[in-house]
């Protein structure tokens, strides 16, 4: 079996020239890079990390998200033993980053470690499982933009808990509550240093901005699926009409709340802020406590965003008509509806890195 030529419009059964494929080309850098997330995960020749292993890995987490189809997909070509000395602490710390990766700690990668993984493999096994929690929620999202079937899940809709210990692992002062306060962030693995990246190497990180973070110089232990995702990332926020970039900094911060990310939800929370001039209703957002509804005291347009966003966002989704539904009444278009399952969709990729390679700490 080959990899497909754009296996999210295949698998959503999206008709060339509907108003979802134009959206979709609008948005062509999102999708162009998207596609190309997924080739590089699973063509890449790499003895850290290899292609029967990346398919095993790959078909579990996107069963685990109930995408049956993209499932099959993967376990369509050749899967390693799944009961391996490698396999079975990569396939548990697959589960931990699909279920609850606001529970990972340093214990994670070192049984990682311990199981023979290097960093580089590690890196690319957090990319692998948080790429396909993404591609999961995208292929749900656009399924149902497309008027087709989706299995919506049962998980509650709400906040989920997150970190109140007042130390990081470095000892460092760690939050203990949302905030749109600028944050620090450290690594559990040692980041890349720059004097180990090739000229080349450091002309993509300094091109997007990369050098000087140990968050990307980490995930620069592969190159390739970083700078991939990070043009993903710019195609899905950094672009002209559409769902205003507030509203799309808003859907990040609602998955962030899902997951328990404060770092992510820090900067996504501020951007909203700063672009809506809606202070209050952000802060609101951020102060919704583990277990509650996430859209209480909105605008109706807000709640619709955030019950949108927050359906896609839980595991597996329970993203419904209703949902879209509620969009459609506060007028959102096909290219807007797009811009907020790309947005909200990313972040469960975003939040599943920031949490389990590393943590907050206060500046």
């Excluded at 419904?320 to 807007?336: F, S, V």
Aim: charged content about 20%; hydrophobic content about 45%; proline content about 6%.
């Amino acid at each position: 079996m080959a990899l497909s030529q754009d296996i999210l419009a295949e698998l959503a059964e999206i008709a060339p020239g509907s108003p979802l494929a134009q959206a979709r080309e609008t948005r062509e850098a999102a999708t162009r890079h998207a596609q190309g997330s997924y080739e590089i995960l699973f063509s890449q020749q790499d003895a850290n990390f290899a292609l029967d292993e990346r398919f095993a890995v790959a078909a579990k987490v996107a069963k685990w998200h109930n995408a049956d189809a993209l499932a099959a997909h993967y376990a369509g070509f050749g899967l390693a033993d799944p009961t391996s000395s490698r396999l079975t602490p990569a396939l548990s710390f697959a589960r931990l980053l699909t279920f609850s990766p606001v529970e990972a700690t340093p214990g994670a990668l070192r049984a990682l470690s311990q199981a023979g993984w290097s960093p580089e493999g590690i890196v690319t096994l957090a990319q692998l499982i948080a790429f396909v929690s993404f591609q999961s929620r995208l292929l749900t999202g656009l399924r149902l933009l497309n008027d087709k079937p989706v299995a919506a899940g049962e998980a509650p809709v709400v906040a989920g808990r997150w970190h109140t210990t007042p130390e990081a692992q470095s000892g460092r002062a760690a939050p203990v509550a949302f905030t749109r306060q600028e944050l620090g962030w450290e690594p559990w693995l040692d980041a890349r240093p720059l004097s180990a990246f090739s000229a080349d190497e450091q002309a993509i990180l300094a091109k997007f901005g990369h050098t000087d973070s140990d968050y990307f110089r980490l995930l620069g232990r592969n190159l390739p699926v970083l700078e991939q995702r990070t043009l993903t990332d710019k195609g899905i926020f950094y672009t002209a009409g559409g769902l205003p970039r507030a509203e799309r900094e808003l859907a990040a911060t609602v998955t962030s709340k899902i997951n328990g990310c404060i770092y992510c939800a820090s900067v996504h929370a501020r951007k909203a802020s700063q672009l809506s001039k809606e202070d209050a209703a952000v802060e609101t957002l951020l102060a919704v406590e583990p277990g509650q509804p996430l859209a209480g005291g909105q605008s109706p347009r807000w709640q619709a965003l955030i019950g949108f966003a927050g359906a896609l966002s839980v595991t597996p989704a329970a993203l419904t008509p209703g949902h879209l539904a509620a969009l459609e009444k506060e007028g959102l278009d096909t290219l807007q509806q797009l811009d907020l399952v790309q947005s909200a969709a990313f972040f469960a990729w975003a939040n599943r890195l920031m949490l389990t390679l590393g943590e907050p700490y206060l500046p």
